[in-house]
């Protein structure tokens, strides 16, 4: 799913670039490359896997378990606004308190050190479920095998990568854009140390949800974009990118 839609973004992009569209040629780039990755993706999953997906009749339900569910989807979405506040949030407070030129600089250092992360999507894809699957067969000691193994899986792969980066920052930002943004690359060595603890990150807040405790996600992302929210006030007018990458 991820290489059609990638694949598609990658051969749009240069063909509306060609005809004009200048800015609004990556907009339309990764509209219609999640446009043609889902529908490929509902004709060979849903129409092989679940042909009759639409045609199945809800019975009603339990009073109870809609109560549940109610809860546990409120926590989880409390976590992904308050997620999604954090992660925009340093952009947001660069071009309030400065120019629009180190916006730009920290949102190329800020997706590079998020490459660091692509391991996790793939360590924490079934982990909610498989989690959920374990605790309600009382499987505790596989499911505490499973999270000790997953946790070195992590470090045996963020940590090189993270050293990698920090190392050859400059060079791996000249590399993907050119000199002129080697002055982002302290920014990125600081997300690149903190991409480490986002990985353990990830995997505790899937972890959490399968044993049923959202809510607590949703607590450590309030506390954690209050606290960013309040560094960023004091870091980013003396320290600019690089205070508001300490602060993340």
Do not use: C
């Not at 952009?91 to 030129?101: A, E, G, I, N, Q």
């Not at 920052?169 to 982002?184: D, F, G, R």
């Amino acid at each position: 799913l991820e290489v059609i839609k990638i694949g598609s973004q990658i051969l749009i992009l240069p063909l509306f670039l060609s005809l004009g569209f200048e800015i609004w040629s990556p907009i339309i780039a990764i509209f219609l490359g999640h446009l043609i990755s889902s529908s490929i993706f509902y004709i060979v999953f849903y129409k092989k896997y679940l042909p009759n997906f639409f045609k199945i009749k809800v019975k009603k339900l339990d009073g109870n378990l809609i109560q549940k569910i109610r809860l546990f989807a409120s926590a989880n979405l409390l976590f992904l606004v308050g997620n999604y506040i954090l992660s925009y949030t340093d952009t947001y407070m660069l071009t309030y308190f400065k120019d629009l030129t180190e916006v730009g600089l920290y949102n190329v250092a800020s997706p590079t050190a998020r490459v660091i992360l692509m391991l996790s999507t793939s360590l924490t894809l079934i982990l909610m479920p498989l989690t959920s699957s374990l605790i309600k067969l009382k499987q505790v000691d596989v499911l505490r095998n499973l999270v000790r193994t997953l946790y070195k899986i992590a470090l045996i792969f963020t940590l090189p990568l993270t050293i990698i980066t920090v190392v050859y920052s400059k060079e791996i930002l000249t590399i993907l854009y050119s000199s002129q943004y080697m002055v982002a690359s302290v920014a990125l060595q600081i997300l690149s140390v903190s991409a480490i603890f986002t990985v353990f990150f990830l995997i505790n807040t899937n972890l959490l949800n399968g044993i049923g405790k959202p809510k607590i996600n949703s607590n450590l992302i309030i506390y954690g974009t209050i606290m960013n929210v309040s560094l960023n006030f004091f870091l980013i007018p003396r320290y600019g990118i690089n205070g508001a990458a300490f602060s993340t």
